[in-house]
């Protein structure tokens, strides 16, 4: 009787500190969320100032590629492969930010040089690049439909990005732990089985970052981070029915 008392207040302590950890990660991602919106704002008013609003679609593109780094506020949210919660291990965090670390400065290399290439295109008209392409806009930030499909798809790309190359691996270094290497490689091996699963995730980011910020900014404050714990949740329980399944065969 003592026994199964003593298991009682140990599992009611287990979910007590779960929900603790809950909702600390949620409060996380919504601080993060609110950092980056207040930075897209800033950035929307300067580019207002300078006449060049179109060019604030390319800036919102770019906020998608730091989705890794915010991510791993939600690994207490993961369910091992004995349907457990994952706790919060302070050098599993450590482990990871130098992972996602590697990819962020990859994410901000690639952001950069797209940001360079736009502006030389659109708005320096005396540059190489716009010479080369015979790029002449009538004004500055004089911005096409086919720009805002291009910076739509490429946001589409950068979150498709953030999660194979982010997310995933980080989600699987937590749950089997094959290596720097090799959590890669299953990561990539996991977005090649699923790739339809994965281009329908990175839209549904991609569309809760730039809809939001281009026509109800304060929208961006709920969707962003629902979709990305949503996500997130999805993947770990897709990434451990293709374990299980795999096991089985």
């Not at 998608?64 to 457990?84: A, D, R």
């Not at 996602?100 to 502006?119: E, K, P, R």
Request: proline letters at 2%; aromatic letters at 16%; glycine letters at 4%.
């Amino acid at each position: 009787m003592t026994k199964l008392w003593v298991n009682i207040v140990l599992e009611s302590l287990r979910l007590s500190r779960f929900l603790g950890e809950k909702m600390v990660s949620y409060g996380l991602v919504f601080f993060a969320s609110l950092v980056i919106f207040s930075i897209s704002q800033v950035i929307q008013f300067y580019l207002i100032t300078y006449n060049l609003p179109t060019m604030y679609i390319s800036f919102c593109a770019g906020f998608i590629l730091f989705i890794p780094l915010i991510s791993l506020f939600l690994h207490p949210l993961l369910v091992n492969k004995e349907g457990n919660r994952e706790t919060f291990h302070f050098n599993a965090l450590l482990a990871n930010i130098g992972l996602v670390s590697v990819v962020q400065l990859l994410c901000f290399l690639i952001w950069m040089t797209d940001a360079i290439a736009l502006y030389s295109l659109y708005v320096d008209q005396e540059s190489f690049l716009a010479k080369v392409f015979d790029i002449k806009t009538q004004a500055r930030g004089d911005m096409t439909f086919e720009f805002y499909c291009f910076n739509f798809i490429l946001a589409w790309l950068f979150a498709l990005l953030s999660m194979v190359v982010g997310v995933l691996p980080c989600l699987v270094a937590r749950l089997d732990n094959y290596g720097v290497v090799g959590d890669f490689v299953a990561a990539f091996s996991f977005s090649k089985k699923h790739k339809a699963l994965m281009c329908l995730y990175a839209l549904l980011i991609t569309s809760s970052v730039l809809l939001p910020l281009l026509y109800s900014k304060y929208l961006f404050l709920v969707l962003f981070p629902s979709a990305l714990i949503w996500v997130f949740v999805c993947l770990n329980k897709k990434y451990l029915q293709s374990q299980y399944l795999q096991l089985v065969t």
